[in-house]
Structures are given as structure tokens and as C-alpha cells.
């Protein structure tokens, strides 16, 4: 089921799997064919007394089935490989492209580690399942069933104990299989606690310092392990158990053909061509039941993997239409209004927001101010166009944002999010993601507005010293101060502020709100608020409670009216009364 | 490589149990197929009774029920011996991670080092089960295969053992050899590629924004187009490879026929050991089998072991060992003109500190976050190497003394408490390993942890950490207050005590600790100014100095940096802190 809809998303995958298993038939016919040539020789050379030279075409077309098996093998293999390849590569960029529509609401927090393994190890789980799994699971019943066919031709008392033990073997193999799987499961569990306890102790080991404990943790770790040594030994012992039996299976099924062979041969019943014949074919008869088994994990691993990147890949996009939208007039950027806008998360019992409506005029600043949770951050989404309303509309100069199309709109917009990511690159690099064009100048320019120049100077690469990831470390205030210079960088006619709730050192402080004074005096602002400085300075103010505008107006006639507001900067006041 | 031999060392039994049976497993395969062939060419010449047969018989039968019975034993000694060797490098790996802490080791993330850490351990499981087994068992099956084959002719066992070693050894290594560059690039590429890509899904919606996500994309397409081209290559190889290994092994047969058939017609050997002859080369190829896998394991698992050496190998910054030092005298600490930066790279964070805290008296450092307060701290811990300067404690030079036993006159509230994974209790009992139940309750009083505890439906049987019950940073905050209350030391150095607690219940928790050490040196740091009027004195830092000192009221009185701390931590007052009783009022 998860294969056809893997399958229909990538087109590939199909070529992939029709080849391997073609290749794996072939190879299948030939070790029938070489059983063949191989027992005619020996009878000829044993009963028959052949010289070499009287077996020499024989012999000479056994390499040759030799060669052949060879190249099949090579050729399933090398094919696999090519094919696979061009699976991962669709597959990603099928998910990447994918990923854009869903936007960062998709791959937000937490999220966002696990696609990220999707992408690179869950695609390349694929390989193994495509290329190995799937191929393996319609061989192990094409090739028994084409052997089978053979040796019943040759000898059908050998066919029969063959086709009696066959079946025995998915059956067992699925008996153990789901044992097997309860206690990898479990064994898995058990080595996840094993290794998140070592994971633990390793990290709180400045705790376990200070307090003068971290020796004692050496015979912790040393029983724990001891402890999982003998769980795992346990539940190992009945997995071997039942492969010991699964072997026994099929090396007995291979002792009683050759028994009964055998005894039937001195009876004169069968000729020792088909004797030997079915005897070279008993082992290559379960072999590829066999090596069903060794990839049953690469299976699993598989299976979960392609259904994460279904389960992706037919998640609906919350924008549309978005790309198709192209400009039909000139839009000149005048007033942004939120007509009664709604919006419910996907699966949210609760909509997020409720009828808001506002306008922020052209060279104004409007704040946003309200509790974690009152939607805020719902509202920059909407508007950067991440997600679109499910109810209501945004306008842009009475032109419906779902009818502007989204590359352009964006280009407008400088944003300072909350928390800036820094991409792991040179600090110049991370500066012109907002102006790719923008030359040194510029760019320093722009830093030196954000107050940013100074600190970054002090790193002995300067503009070129790496951050991210794996670069150096920043403070929360250069960060801002970095991504305040990327807002100045960017041209734009619009700027949205997140601003951080966290206490940022004094100097960002000054910083931020010297450059927010600078930048509205030729932009569009609009805030989400956490400071009081920058609120009084609003022209505007929406008070947000639980996805609703309680309260909007000046500052000075907000707190003239009773209300949330009124509470908020009251219950402000009374505090640093209380401390003076 | 022979260090890690050194693990196997103490289980000499097991290795040898584990070999043995290994390679009567593959022996017995040999053995059931040449037996087999052996009766039916017997049979075909149709003896007179069944009895002549009876001895192929039983062979054929034993060995058919043997092989599986040795490779279970073999199975089971393998994976014991394994996990015996895991039990010991684990330990290895933590007696010398732990002097490293927290120095050594925080300089890159602790979560993603140590998890590093625990996969190349579990990974050297391979390093037994797929190299070291496979590879014995291998060398004894030559000399069985020789053995048998050598019977017939001399001739025929030379080639067989010539072709095993070059289908088990000469192919594999080449191919690992071959391939080894690609591999290696591979593994860089697909680093390199996911790091891309999880900056990607982090810094989406920045992407988004400036446009920048398609060029992103296009760098991870010409990435993916690298590692293709290196998949490729390596799955021609291992296609290259295969076949080869398809066209010895058979091919090893058809030699043996060839050596034989003329020895046959000559009457050299009897005809019916050419049916042995032909399963026996085929037979034996199965040690060879798992030595391709054994090649790459071997690289891989080398490696592996290089970063956890690597990791565990740097010797400690500090030197931990000195002179003792007892936790029942009264100490007084004096830093005097000290200087600090945590890399060679990176500014100096201390520049010229100087404090005093004399035994019994109660003292803060106050100033803005990144001044180096903490700082402090851990250089009086001993985790970090102090450069220039001096700390004096007790009259004697900080870095002269034993590290573990200075540890012991300290009870410390850290800035970022580490919950482990465990019930609350056991966090608490991290502490101290004897605690009398009038020095719980009392700890529990004062950091209000009770308050936690009585939420909890297991109260202090609660799992806390990542599988258990998440604490909130305040529920965390006290229970790093409780823990530090419950260690009998001579002085208390408390970082951000109140950090994540609302300003009522700081005041408290804070008035509660004063009391309880009263008589006992107390060092508070912290950046918000709740409760220091009960301070003997107050240290004002700034860029990696004190600038003022003195009582609350004289550095209110002053008027300097104190003062507009003060003033500003109410101004700056954020929003969001004091929302929750604003809104109660609005629905009342």
C-alpha cells in the first residue's frame, strides 16, 4: 500500500525494482542451467569414464553459464545503484520543493531535526528497501517456485519434501520474525535507556562535579551495562533459538534429499544425473528465502521511512495559488488592512485568531502587544505569507495579498524575527542573504547602523569569520544586532519586528530602539512589542488577548480608557514603584 | 587496532568458544555438502547393501544437524563477549571524559558530542561479531578446504586455497581499497549535506523571507549531484566486486573439475569423489563471504574508535590533584587582580577582578548578563585554568589545592541545573550521599521544592528528566536551590538562584537561604536586584570588573551604575512578565 503511493510519487522507483528483480530471475535461470551442465559432466566423467577432451564443450559452455551469472550479479548490482541514485535525487527535490509550499509552520521547533533526517537518512534508507528488500521479496518466490519446477521434472519425490519444507520456512520465518521483532523492540529500548543514561551522566557531569559524585557514576555505568548484557542476552537466546530451528530446517531438508537420494539410487530408481542435479539445487532453493531474512530490518527501516516521506509529501500546502498569482497592475504600497481575519490551525480545535481587522497606514508604526499565545506571532505569518487566512482577507492598497504574488510581496518586507537563525557561512554571508547585491560597502555600512561593525570587527576574520552551527558563538544581542543589519540592508518599504522577549545587555537595547527610530521614518512599521519604550512610541496600538483584538488606539488614549491596557501599564507602574 | 584488542583480552574463553564453534558452523556446511555428494556417487554405483552407506549416512545427518547447533553456540558466545566488551569501553570512555568536564568538553555542544560518543561505542560492537570472527574463521576454513581437497591431489587443494584467498582477501581489499577515497568523501559530502539541510528547515521562514530558499536548494541539487556521482561510482564497484566473487567461486569449481576430470580418467581417483570434489569448492566459499563486509567494518570501526580516543584522549586543563583541604574550617577568599578568557582567541571576559569575601560574610555580584559573573564561579570551581591574577583561599593559591576536596566546601546552585533522568528524589540525593531528615525538610522549605512535590501524583518518586515529567524552568530552578541547601558546606555559591521564579517567591526563597547560612560565606550572582538589601556587601561588575561596592543603601545612595541597574530593570520591565494577573483583571 505505502509502496504503489511511494510509487506514484516517484516514477523512478518502478524502473528500480523491474530491473533488480528481472536481473535476480536471470540468475536464477542460470544456477538451474549450471546444475544442469554440472551434473551432466560429473556423470558423464564418473559413470560413463569421459576423458577431458570428451567434455570439453561441456565444460567449455558451464563457464560460460558461469560468466553469464557473473555479469547478472554485476548487472543487478551496478543497475541498482545507477537507479537508486536518480530515486534519491528525485525524492529530495521533490521534498525540498515540497517543504517551500508547506512553509516554516510545517518544520517549525522541534519539527524541523526530523525532516531534516528524513531528507538526508530516511531518503537514503530507501536504497536498501528499493534496491535490496523489495527486489528480494518477489525473488525469494519467483526463483523457489522456478527451482522447484526443475527438480519435480527431475526427481518429484526430491520436489516434494522441497515443497513440504518450503513453506515451513515463511511460516517459522514469520513466527520468528514477530518475535524477533517484540524483542528488537524491546533490546532497542533497552539499549536507547543504556545510551541515554550514558548520555545523561556525560551531560550533567558538571552537576555530578560540584557535588563531588562524578567517581561514583564509573560503577553505575559499569552495572548498568552489565545489567543490559544479560537482558539482551536473555531475549537474544530465544531470537537464536528460533534461527537455530530455521536452520536446522533447512540444512536437515538438505540432509533428507540427499538421504532419500540416495537410498533410491542404490534401488536403481533414479538416474545420477537428476540425483546430483537436485542435490546442487537444494541449497540455492532456500537461498533466497534466506536472504529474505538478513533484510528484514533494512525492510523495516524502509517501510517507516517511506511512509514519513508520503506521509510529507501529501500533506496539503496552507498557501496556493500563490505562485500562479502574477501582478496585474503596479501595486504602489500604500495601506496594509486586515479585514476580519480568522485563522485555524490545521487539527486546532480553537481558531487561533478571530475577526481582526486593522489598517496600518503608510510611514506609521503600529505596535502589537499582548501575552505569549494571544496570536501575535499568527499575525506576522499571515503576514509574511506563510500561511493564509481562513477567514477574511489581507489587503495591500484594497489589491487581496492572495493575489500578489508571493516573491514579489516578500521582497518588500524587511523582517527581524524574534529569534534569528544564522546560517553556518561567513557573517558576510549571512548579511547579504537580505541584498545579494549589495557590495562591501554597503553591507558595512548596514552593519554599522545596526550597531554591529564594532563586535564583529574584534573576531580576527572580521565580515569572514563563520557562525552558525558549527561557527562561532554569538550573544543574543549580536544576533540581533546582526539581523537588524540585515533589515537595514534590504531596500525595503515595510518592516516587521519581532521584537525579543528576553533581556537583551543595555547596549542592544539602545541599540534596537536608536535604529527603530531611524528606519520608520521611511518605512511602514509594524511591531510585535515587548517593550514599553517602544509602544509609547507607536502611532498605533492592537492589545491582543486570545486571538482577538480586546483593545486598539493611541497611547495616551488608551490609558485614558478603562481596560487591558490600562491594567497592563498600571500593574507596569505599580512594580517600579514598589522598587523605588 | 591493538588497543582495542586489549578489550577482548579478559575473555580469552569466549573468543576461543566463539571461534571454535564459528568454524565448525562453516565446516560442517563443507562437510554436509562433500558427504552428500560422497553417498549419492556411492549409491549411484550401487552397492550391494545399504550398510556400506551407513557411515555417509550418519555424516550426512550429523552434520546437518550440527552446523546449525555450533552456530548458535557461536552466536550466543559472540554477542556475550561483545557486550562485555562494550561494558568496558564505556567505562574507559567515562573515567577519562570525566577529569575533562566541563573545560574539555563544552567547548563544542555537549548533547551532540556525547551522542557522537555513544554511537561509535555501540558501533564497535561490530568490532568482534563482523572483523575479528569472520576473519579467524576464515583462516581456518583455507586450511580445512585444504585439507580435504589435498587428499585427492596437492594440486587441487593449492588452487582452492588460492582462490579463497583471492575471493576472501584480494578482491575485498582491493574494492575497499578502491573505494576507500570516495567513501570517505561521502561521508564529508553527506555532513556537509545534512548540516545544509537542517539550517535549512531552522532558518525556513528567514529563507523565505529574503527570497533566498531556491538558492539554498540549488546548493544542496549541486551537492546531491556529487554524491551521486560518488553512490554511483561505489555501487559499479560493489557490482564489479560481486561478479568477481560470483566468477571465483563457481569459477573455483570448474578449476577443480578441470584438475580432476583427467585424474578421474586415469584412474587416479576414484569417479565418485569428483561429485565431493565439485560441492566441496563450492561449499567453501562461505567463510569468504562476510569478509567484504569485514573490510568495511574495519575502516569504519577504526575510526570510530580514533574519535572516541580522540574525544576522551585531550589530557584536563586543570590539574586536579594538591593539597587536601578540609570543609569544617572557616576560609575566606580573596581574588586579587585577576585576568581570564576562555580561548586564546577570544577576548579576555575577567580584566583585573578584584573581591574579597571574608569567612561568614554574605556578598553579590551584580551586573549585566555577559559582564563574567559566572565566570567567577566556575574558576573557583576549578573547571577552567584562571590565566593571570590570583584567587587565594584560606591563604593558599586556588590552583594548589585538591580540586575534588576545595569541590567539597562549596554547595553550589549552577546556572543551567541538569535534571537527570531519574525520580526527583535521586536528583535531590545527587547532593550528598548521607542527609539527615531534618536537613531535607529544611531544604525543601526554603527552596518551596515542597510546593513542586506536593503538585507531583508520585511526589518524589517522580521521573523527572527528558522521558519523564518535563519541570518548568522554576520547578527546575528550585530544585537545583533544594539540592545545593542540602549539602553541609562551608560556604554557598549561588548563580541566578531566582532565575524563572516570580519576584514574590524569589524574595522569599532568597530570605530563607540568607537565614539558613547565616554564620556561612555566601556568594550571590546575579543580575536582577531582589532581595540584596540583606547583603553585607554588593560588587558592581562591568566589562570584566568591579566597579562599585558597597551596601544596598550606599550604592543607591551614590547614585553610579547600581543605581541605574535599579532603576532600568523596572523600566525595561517586559510585558509579558507581568500579563497573567493584568488579564485575570480584565475577566474579574
Known sequence: MMDRKLFSHIRSARVLLILTVGLGLTGGFLAVAQAQFLARIVTQVFLRHASLVLVYPALLTLLGIIGLRALAAFGSEAAAGQVAAKVKMDVRERLLSHLAKLGPTYAKGEQSGEIALTIVDGVEALEPYLARYLPQVALSAFVPLTILAFVFWNDPLSGVILAVTAPLIPFFMILIGKGAQVISDRQWKALSLLSAHFVDVVQGLTTLKIFNRSRDQIEVIARISDDYRKATMASLRIAFLSALVLELLTTLSTAIVAVTIGLRLIAGDLPFSNAFFVLLLAPEFYLPIRLLGTQYHVGRDGVTAAKRIVEILETEPAVKGSSTATLRKPITLGRIAFEHVGYTYANAPQPTLRDISFQAEPMQMLAIVGASGAGKSTIADLLLGFIQPTVGRISIDDVDLRDVPLGWWREQVAWLPQQPHLFYGTIADNLRMANPACSDLEMIAAAKKAGADEFIRTFADGYQTFVGERGARLSGGQLQRIALARAFLKESEILLLDEPTSALDAETEWVIQGALRQLRQNRTVIVIAHRIHTIERADHILVMHEGTIQQAGKHRELLREPGLYRELVLAYSKTAGEGA | ?588
Open chain 2, 1 to 588: 587496532m591493538r588497543t582495542l584488542l586489549r578489550f577482548l583480552r579478559p575473555y580469552g574463553w569466549l573468543v576461543a568458544l566463539s571461534i571454535v564453534s564459528g568454524f565448525f558452523a562453516v565446516g560442517a556446511n563443507i562437510g554436509l555438502m562433500a558427504t552428500s555428494g560422497y553417498l549419492i556417487a556411492r549409491a549411484a554405483l550401487r552397492p550391494e547393501t545399504v550398510l556400506l552407506l551407513w557411515v555417509p549416512i550418519v555424516g550426512v545427518r550429523f552434520f546437518g544437524i550440527s552446523r546449525a547447533v555450533f552456530r548458535y553456540i557461536e552466536r550466543l558466545a559472540s554477542h556475550d563477549l561483545t557486550f562485555r566488551m562494550l561494558a568496558r569501553i564505556r567505562v574507559y570512555a567515562y573515567e577519562r571524559l570525566e577529569p575533562l568536564a566541563p573545560a574539555n568538553l563544552l567547548a563544542r555542544r555537549t548533547g551532540d558530542v556525547v551522542s557522537a560518543l555513544v554511537a561509535d561505542v555501540d558501533f564497535l560492537q561490530n568490532f568482534f561479531l563482523r572483523i575479528v570472527s569472520p576473519v579467524i574463521v576464515f583462516i581456518l576454513a583455507l586450511g580445512l578446504s585444504y585439507l580435504i581437497d589435498a587428499q585427492f591431489s596437492v594440486l587441487l587443494g593449492v588452487s582452492l586455497v588460492i582462490s579463497l584467498l583471492v575471493a576472501g582477501a584480494v578482491v575485498p581489499g582491493l574494492t575497499f581499497w578502491l573505494g576507500k577515497k570516495s567513501g570517505e568523501e561521502l561521508v564529508t559530502l553527506r555532513s556537509e549535506y545534512y548540516a545544509i539541510v537542517l539550517d535549512l528547515m531552522k532558518g525556513m521562514a528567514e529563507l523565505l523571507a529574503f527570497g533566498q530558499y531556491e538558492a539554498l536548494v540549488a546548493r544542496l541539487t549541486a551537492l546531491q549531484r556529487k554524491i551521486s556521482r560518488r553512490q554511483r561510482f561505489m555501487s559499479r564497484l560493489n557490482g564489479v566486486s560481486t561478479g568477481v566473487l560470483v566468477l571465483i567461486n563457481h569459477g573455483a569449481m570448474w578449476i577443480s573439475l578441470v584438475i580432476a576430470i583427467p585424474l578421474v580418467a586415469t584412474s587416479k581417483i576414484p569417479g565418485y569423489d569428483l561429485a565431493v570434489i565439485a560441492l566441496t569448492a563450492l561449499a567453501s566459499f562461505e567463510a569468504a563471504s562476510s569478509l567484504p563486509q569485514a573490510y568495511q567494518y574495519l575502516g569504519q570501526t577504526l575510526q570510530a574508535f580514533k574519535r572516541v580516543k580522540e574525544l576522551v584522549g585531550p589530557d584536563s586543563l586543570i590539574a586536579e590533584s594538591g593539597e587536601p583541604i578540609g570543609n569544617d574550617q572557616a576560609h575566606d577568599l580573596v581574588i586579587r587582580d585577576l585576568y581570564f578568557r576562555y580561548r586564546q582567541d577570544e577576548p579576555d571576559i575577567l580584566k583585573g577582578l578584584d573581591l574579597t569575601l571574608p569567612f561568614g560574610k554574605h556578598v553579590a555580584i551584580v551586573g549585566e548578563s555577559g559582564v563574567g559573573k559566572s565566570t567567577i564561579l566556575q574558576l573557583l570551581l576549578r573547571f577552567w585554568e584562571y590565566d593571570r591574577g590570583s584567587i587565594v583561599f584560606d591563604g593558599k593559591e586556588l590552583r594548589e589545592l585538591d580540586a575534588s576536596s576545595l569541590r567539597a566546601c562549596f554547595a553550589v546552585v549552577e546556572q543551567a541545573p541538569h535534571i537527570f533522568q531519574a525520580t526527583l528524589a535521586d536528583n535531590l540525593r545527587v547532593a550528598s550521599r548521607k542527609i539527615s531528615q531534618e536537613r531535607w525538610q529544611q531544604a525543601m522549605k526554603i527552596s518551596k521544592f515542597d510546593t513542586v512535590l506536593a503538585q507531583m501524583v508520585d511526589g518524589e518518586q517522580t521521573l523527572a528528566g527528558e522521558w519523564g515529567t518535563r519541570l518548568s524552568g522554576g520547578e527546575a530552578q528550585r530544585l537545583a536551590i533544594a539540592r545545593a541547601l542540602l549539602v553541609d558546606a562551608p560556604i554557598y555559591l549561588l548563580d541566578e538562584p531566582t532565575r524563572g521564579l516570580d519576584s514574590v517567591t524569589a524574595r522569599q526563597v532568597l530570605q530563607g537561604i540568607e537565614e539558613v547560612t547565616r554564620g556561612r560565606s555566601l556568594l550571590l550572582i546575579t543580575h536582577r536586584l531582589t532581595g540584596l538589601e540583606m547583603m553585607d556587601e554588593i560588587f558592581v561588575m562591568h566589562d570584566g570588573k568591579v566597579v562599585e561596592r558597597g551596601t544596598h543603601q550606599q550604592l543607591l545612595e551614590i547614585g553610579g551604575r547600581y543605581r541605574s541597574l535599579y532603576d532600568r530593570q523596572y523600566v525595561e520591565q517586559q510585558l509579558d512578565c507581568i500579563q497573567p494577573s493584568a488579564g485575570a483583571a480584565v475577566h474579574s
